[in-house]
């Protein structure tokens, strides 16, 4: 009975757990980031100052995203949920950092 308890809780415990996917997305859209800014220094776009600091200010957000749930992952003591919250609001503002310099990217591309 005991043991079932443990169990139950253990599972909880890994189903709360989302340091590893905060670390693998963000390292994901890490590497997207590094492709929308060499294709628009590539492609020489218009207005491409704006999406050159939209794509290096998410790349900031993200690489800091990632080292935060690195981090949290490693560590056993109580920082470890706070790091990973932090990386969970990271992660949020560098997608959303993400979505403006993509309309950025396709407003441009439509003209």
Known sequence: MLNSYLLIDKMKEEKDD???????TSANLLGFCFIVLTSVKISKLEESTYIDEGAALAIL???CSCILS????????????KM?????????????????????????TIK
């Open 70 to 81: 690195f981090l949290a992952m490693r560590s056993k003591n109580i920082n470890s949920k």
């Open 84 to 108: 990973e919250n932090t990386a969970d609001i990271l992660f949020l503002f560098g997608l959303i950092v993400l979505l403006v310099t993509t309309i950025l990217i396709v407003f441009n």
């Open 18 to 24: 989302r340091k590893p996917h905060i670390l693998n």
């Open 61 to 63: 957000i993200f690489m």
